[in-house]
């Protein structure tokens, strides 16, 4: 599995926007699916979005519905997540990873976490 590097995050104000990038460190993204998680300190790693490898369909937690857009360019070998107005619950480490769709429901396939990309969101 390639290492995928997240970048993208800061410190933002509540009401904010930021957009996170994740790309992988050698290969292609093309023909994966991909997602979106994030672990909040001492919470559960959690899912937030995720991409079929044709663009289609896409899925969002509840909570971020509305407010955050996930997308890919192969073309540009990364998958993206445009967060907008930004809540403080949204604070968060943010992680990319390849994932798999099973009732509905998306979980990670990779084994390996990235680093992710902190996003601190000040209230």
């Known amino acids: 599995q390639a290492l995928l590097v997240e970048s993208g995050g800061g410190l933002v104000q509540a009401g904010g926007s930021l957009r996170l990038s994740c790309q992988p460190s050698v290969g292609t993204l093309s023909r994966n699916a991909m997602g979106w998680f994030r672990q909040a300190p001492g919470k559960a790693r959690e899912f937030v979005a995720a991409i079929g490898w044709t663009g289609y369909p896409t899925s969002y937690t509840e909570s971020v519905k509305g407010r955050f857009t996930i997308s890919r360019h192969d073309s540009e070998n990364t998958v993206y997540l445009e967060m907008n107005n930004l809540k403080s619950e949204d604070t968060a480490v943010y992680y990319c990873?390849?994932?798999?769709?099973?009732?509905?429901?998306?979980?990670?396939?990779?084994?390996?976490w990235g680093q992710g990309t902190q996003v601190t969101v000040s209230s």
């Open positions: 990873n390849t994932v798999y769709q099973y009732e509905n429901k998306w979980f990670p396939r990779g084994d390996y």
